[in-house]
Each structure stands twice: as structure tokens, then as C-alpha cells.
């Protein structure tokens, strides 16, 4: 497939992405289409695949695309066929973890747990449990620890995330509160989209911000 054929073979479940999106998916490594004698891209159906793994990881999971690119990488070693299937990452339901569970399941020493706990970046169930939100949460914290970033250092993405909640918290309250029987549907799609927006125009500012540092 061209890359105009892959566009619209994504855009009935995707329709904010782009042909650009799509090379700069190709740019970071998460595919590798085949290449015609002249230049031109060809994708396959497993391209396809992969590129709608990463897009529903970022709508839904609102994973980093590093973390995303090393489970991938995972599955294309057969180390992990479970969550990393490539039509979609797998939907397992809700889910409690233990503190043990969620510590085994992430790779979390106990003592950097305790710090995202007094730092207000994990915070466990009223009956002490952990569920996936917390799961993907310690996995990026963990990622993000490579670069030698400590829990510490991470309270200014924690009070950010707060502010943006109140500011969505006040468009969508209100259509929660509509009583006719659709009214929560579309107060999904509202919320789900706005989310969606205030992740790209934060990962945006970030990129705009640190032009200094590149010089770009």
C-alpha cells in the first residue's frame, strides 16, 4: 500500500491523523515500510497494524512513544506476545494490583514507589489497591529514570496534570449533568477528544520550549 492508501485505511477510527504523522511514526522507528526502486514507501497489512497499535497506545494509554517503541521492539523478539499484539493493546478490564502485584508487574523498587506515593504521582484505592492507570504510570516513571529523572523531579508534570484537569473538569461537568439518555455518550467523546488535544498541545509546547536547547 501507498502511504495515501494507509491514510485512509486509518482515518475512520483516527481522523486527526495525518500523512505527516505518519512519517514521523516512520522517523522514530515504530515502522518500517519497504521502499520501491524510485523511493516511494509501501506499506503492508502488519505495517498497518503496528501503526494502529501505536495510534490506539497513545489515544488510550497516553503512552510516550519510547515506551511504546520498547514494547514493540519486545514483540518483534517474542518476548511478550501478551499486551503487545499488534491489532491493538489488550484489553484486560479492570484490574486491582496489589502493592506486590504492581511492584512485580513494573519493575519498581519499593523505595521509588514510597517516593511517587509522597510526591502524589501513584496513589493507591480507597481499599489500597492499584489498578493499570497506575500500572502505565510507573512504566513511563521508570523509563523516564534512564535519564536520571527522580521521582522529585517530577512534581511539576503532577501539578500541570492538575491544572488541566480542572480546566477540562469545568467543559465537560456540565454534560455529564444532561439527563436525556445520550448525554453520557457524547460527554465521552467530548472528554476522550479534549484529552486527546491537551496531550498533543502539551507535548507541542515541551518540543517549542526546548527549541533553546537545540538551537532549532
Known amino acids: 500500500m501507498s502511504i495515501g492508501a494507509v491514510l485512509d485505511r486509518l482515518r475512520a477510527e483516527f481522523p486527526d ?9 516512520e522517523s522514530e522507528g515504530l515502522v518500517l515500510p519497504g521502499r520501491t526502486p524510485s523511493g516511494y514507501r509501501q506499506f503492508t497489512e ?17 503512552l510516550p512513544l ?17 499486551p503487545l499484539g499488534l491489532s491493538e493493546p489488550e484489553d484486560r478490564g479492570p484490574r486491582r494490583l496489589t502493592r506486590e502485584g504492581l511492584l512485580g508487574e513494573t519493575g519498581l523498587t519499593e523505595a521509588t514507589l514510597t517516593e511517587l506515593e ?3 504521582l501513584v496513589k493507591p484505592g480507597p481499599a489500597g489497591f492499584y489498578d493499570l ?10 523509563a523516564m529514570a534512564e535519564f536520571g529523572l527522580e521521582p522529585r523531579h517530577l512534581r511539576a508534570f503532577r501539578t ?7 480546566l477540562l473538569e469545568q467543559i465537560v461537568t456540565p454534560l455529564y449533568r444532561q439527563r436525556d439518555e445520550n448525554a453520557r455518550a457524547r460527554a465521552d467523546r ?13 507535548t507541542l509546547l515541551v518540543k517549542m520550549g526546548l527549541r533553546r536547547v537545540t538551537g532549532g
Open 190 to 202: 467530548v472528554l476522550a477528544e479534549l484529552t486527546s488535544l491537551s496531550v498533543a498541545l502539551h
Open 46 to 62: 502488519r505495517d498497518v497494524e503496528r501503526l494502529r497499535f501505536v495510534l490506539r497506545a497513545q489515544r488510550d494509554q497516553y
Open 160 to 166: 500541570a496534570a492538575d491544572r488541566e484537569v480542572g
Open 133 to 142: 492507570v497506575d500500572v502505565e504510570l510507573c512504566v513511563v516513571v521508570k
Open 17 to 25: 491523523v495525518t500523512i505527516s504523522k505518519i512519517r514521523f511514526l
Open 66 to 82: 519510547k515506551v511504546i517503541k520498547q514494547q514493540l521492539d519486545a514483540a518483534d523478539r517474542g518476548e511478550s506476545p501478551g
Open 118 to 120: 509522597e510526591f502524589g
